[in-house]
């Protein structure tokens, strides 16, 4: 494999996010005294966007009035406590790094809310990715390849010389519909016996196996 586009998601990837998010949804929870959600909860609720993540959070049969109210209390809540408890997964700092000295063109694909993506990355990845998107209204979020193929349009690239990296089922799902390989990382929000079922071209257990797998 020789691409020079590579493709991040950013949840469970480069960024473990998985206690402020918990965090958030169970302030918006309690906010309309719906019982609180644990880490491992949470962690199975991520991966298609903020908005499942608050309907896969409430009880079942939940009025649908709450749970507007719940995601709005979360974004509410989120906005101001995205990067509390967030902190980058063990390699992957220096692995960014090496791929943007070797002259890569680096992107980022989420289903997190576009503003939050903005933030997080001006934080700990400033100056890294030349494009980065999060979900926005009038675009459909991945597995869908829309937000995909805009990256690589935006940064001049092709399937045959971009490769996805995620952690997840959707970011699988997502490769697989742009027609790009996938790199899965079993250090993410789903467990390696997961990701070895979906059969991505890739799995690596430490951050600086993207760089063997790359050259």
Same mark, same amino acid.
């Given at each position: $494999?020789?691409?020079?586009?590579? *493709?991040?998601?950013?949840?469970?990837t *480069?960024?473990?996010?998985?206690?402020?998010?918990?965090?958030?949804?169970n302030f918006?929870?309690s906010?309309s005294?719906?019982?609180?959600?644990?880490?491992?909860?949470?962690?199975?609720?991520?991966?298609?966007?903020?908005?499942?993540?608050?309907e896969?959070?409430v009880?079942?049969?939940?009025e649908i009035?709450?749970?507007?109210?719940?995601?709005d209390?979360?974004?509410?809540h989120y906005?101001?406590?995205?990067?509390?408890?967030? =902190?980058?997964?063990?390699?992957v700092p220096d692995?960014?790094n090496e791929l =943007?000295?070797?002259?890569f063109k680096?992107?980022?694909v989420s289903?997190?809310?576009?503003f !939050?993506?903005?933030?997080i990355?001006?934080?700990y990845?400033?100056?890294?990715?030349?494009? !980065?998107?999060?979900?926005?209204e009038?675009?459909?979020?991945?597995?869908?390849?829309?937000s995909?193929?805009?990256? $690589?349009e935006?940064?001049?690239?092709?399937?045959n010389?971009?490769?996805?990296?995620?952690?997840s089922?959707?970011?699988?799902?997502?490769a697989r519909?742009?027609?790009?390989p996938?790199?899965?990382?079993?250090?993410g929000?789903?467990?390696?016996?997961?990701?070895?079922?979906?059969?991505?071209?890739?799995?690596?257990?430490?951050? =600086?196996?993207? *760089?063997d797998?790359?050259?």
């Open positions: $494999m020789k691409p020079d586009t590579i *493709i991040f998601d950013l949840d469970g *480069i960024l473990d996010t998985l206690e402020d998010l918990r965090d958030s949804v918006a929870l906010k005294n719906l019982p609180c959600r644990t880490t491992e909860e949470i962690r199975s609720f991520v991966g298609n966007g903020i908005r499942l993540l608050i896969r959070a009880p079942e049969n939940t009035e709450i749970i507007d109210k719940c995601f209390d979360f974004k509410v906005k101001g406590n995205s990067s509390n408890k967030t =902190k980058p997964y063990d390699g692995v960014l =943007k000295a070797q002259g680096l992107a980022l289903n997190k809310a576009d !939050a993506v903005q933030e990355l001006e934080k990845f400033p100056d890294v990715f030349q494009y !980065a998107t999060g979900e926005k009038g675009v459909r979020r991945k597995p869908y390849p829309d995909v193929f805009a990256a $690589m935006y940064l001049g690239s092709d399937k010389n971009t490769v996805y990296i995620g952690d089922e959707v970011d699988v799902e997502t519909n742009c027609g790009i996938c790199v899965a990382v079993t250090w929000f789903r467990d390696k016996g997961i990701l070895e079922k979906l059969k991505p071209e890739y799995i690596v257990d430490e951050a =600086k196996q993207i *760089i797998i790359l050259k």
